[in-house]
């Protein structure tokens, strides 16, 4: 069974920069995309960014040119460097892994942007 482990949140300042991590365990997981997703009381989980394993990338357009989402290839892990963070960054932050077998979630990591 697939479990994603997140790490990497936290509390910074307007204009700061924070690195999101998401490593799968499990073997023969099958996985062949990662992404990460966020949600705040107010909206329901929205994409953040996707990649798959064919490195083919998505990015919601709040975050395109901030954020960078990357692939660490000798295993099953994924990482999102957040520049220029803003106040409405604020959020859950939540890892999903997508498989043959359906989607995997973390159990997410609060991002919160202060002033």
């Known amino acids: 069974q697939v479990q994603l482990v997140e790490s990497g949140g936290g509390l910074v300042q307007i204009g700061g920069s924070l690195r999101l991590s998401c490593e799968a365990s499990g073997r023969n997981s099958g996985i062949f995309a990662m992404g990460w997703y966020r949600q705040t009381p107010e909206k329901e989980r929205d994409l953040v960014a996707l990649i798959h394993w064919s490195g083919n990338t998505r990015y919601a357009d709040a975050v395109r040119g901030r954020f960078a989402i990357s692939r660490e290839k000798v295993k099953d892990a994924v990482h999102l460097q957040m520049n220029t963070l803003r106040p409405e960054d604020t959020a859950i932050y939540y890892c999903?892994?997508?498989?043959?077998?359906?989607?995997?979630w973390g159990l997410g990591t609060q991002v919160t942007v202060s002033s």
């Open positions: 999903k892994a997508q498989t043959p077998y359906g989607t995997v």
